[in-house]
């Protein structure tokens, strides 16, 4: 339809500059997803916005030259709406004020619409996440952009922990303020009359330092303050409810989730593949002591990955191409003989947010795609 025509444009900017695009499907459920997350106007606004934060009134010249002349004041209230929406990025996620960008769609738009969507929402993100875009997620040859770690006390002690894999130095070294807020994930599956079958936890995302004072400013009803302390008291929950710990994939993540298998559309991706190990960045796998194994199978129905099995001699058994390393299983062995060991090659994850997704553009864009966004860039052209 030629209404469609903007929000056709607008997935091909997202698709073919941000680092993590979105491909077209062929039932055109990224199209409808966009339709509701956009008006027409906000739609034909976004495809003039670059990847990289820009100032207003930079913004607004450009706009003008290509024929959306907008009094700059109700610019300005247009990005802040569509920021408050969480369709762009901009506000309290960029340090200098006043600036904007494309935004992606995830880790990006579709996790800021927790506490916003609608069943009809939940049924095409599921359609077009499940169909097309875990393509586009989960790649062997770009960065993934979250990873796995242990949770707290599933690591061998012979065995050191980096301070990127322990989750109590991740929470001590975190910048405030923290903020937890419920799942999109989940609240997507309860909007589908499909709710967790692990646990009736949905406050289990965590952010810090500017990704949660931007949650804040955007007044996400389900989005809360907590103290360090009270953070470690939830950590415990999530460990004796199951919860997969995924943080941000960079030494000093700004987020992490709490993840289940039933939910998780991350897990969920992951599971499509007859190998999920190959594709995660994790750092551990679980093993087990046969000798002491008594086949309880208690540890079975924790995997969120179903990796483990007791075999036909009564001891259990990892699946090492589905293991991910969470350490949940250990935390429920009666009698110790599951252990989470180090893999072979250690993965160090990139320092930051923005060295993270500077990674991943460096391997869709190639040496030449980069240096021509440099170029643009320096020239103040949008990239």
């Known amino acids: 339809m030629e209404e469609d025509h903007v929000y056709h444009q607008l997935r091909r900017e997202i698709d073919t500059r941000m680092p993590v695009g979105m491909p077209a499907s062929e039932d ?4 409808d997803l966009l339709k509701r997350l956009f008006t027409p106007e906000e739609a034909a606004l976004a495809v003039h916005l670059s990847v990289l934060p820009e100032p207003l009134k930079k913004l607004h010249k450009r706009l003008k030259k290509a024929g959306m002349d907008l009094p700059e004041e109700r610019l300005e209230r247009m990005l802040d709406g569509m920021v408050r929406k969480g369709v762009i990025f901009g506000g309290k996620m960029f340090p200098k004020p006043k600036h904007y960008s494309l935004g992606q769609f995830a880790v990006g738009m579709y996790e800021f619409q927790v506490d916003r969507q609608t069943r009809e929402m939940a049924e095409q993100a599921e359609k077009y996440m499940h169909g097309t875009f875990y393509r586009e997620f989960f790649r062997k040859d770009r960065p993934l952009q979250m990873r ?10 012979e065995y050191r922990v980096s301070p990127y894999d322990d989750i109590l130095e991740l929470v001590r070294r975190a910048p405030d303020p923290i903020v937890v807020v419920d799942c999109v994930c989940k609240q997507s599956k309860d909007l589908l009359k499909e709710p967790c079958r692990l646990s009736d936890i949905r406050n289990n995302c965590m952010l810090f330092g500017s990704g949660a004072e931007f949650v804040m400013e955007r007044e ?3 989005a809360r303050s907590v103290t360090r302390k009270e953070l470690l008291s939830l950590l415990e929950q999530f460990r004796n409810a199951g919860l997969v710990l995924q943080p941000a994939n960079t030494r000093d993540p700004s987020y992490i989730c709490a993840c289940c298998g039933c939910c998780c559309n991350i897990l969920q991706g992951f599971k499509k593949f007859p190998r999920p190990a190959e594709y995660f960045h994790s750092n551990y796998q679980a093993i087990v002591d046969v000798s002491s194994c008594t ?13 483990l099995s007791v075999d036909a001699s009564g001891r259990a058994s990892v699946n090492p191409d589905r293991c991910i390393g969470c350490g949940n299983c250990m935390t429920v062995c009666p009698v110790d003989a599951v252990k989470l060991a180090p893999l072979a090659g250690r993965r160090v994850p990139p320092r930051s947010h923005e060295a993270l997704y500077l990674n991943i553009a460096r391997q869709k864009f190639g040496v030449l795609g980069m240096l021509k966004m440099a170029a643009r860039a320096a020239a103040g052209k949008k990239v």
């Open 28 to 31: 055109h459920s990224e199209i």
């Open 295 to 307: 086949g309880c199978e208690a540890c079975v129905p924790r995997c969120q990955m179903e990796a």
């Open 148 to 157: 796995t770690i242990p949770v707290a006390a599933s690591i061998a002690p």
């Open 220 to 222: 996400v009803p389900s």
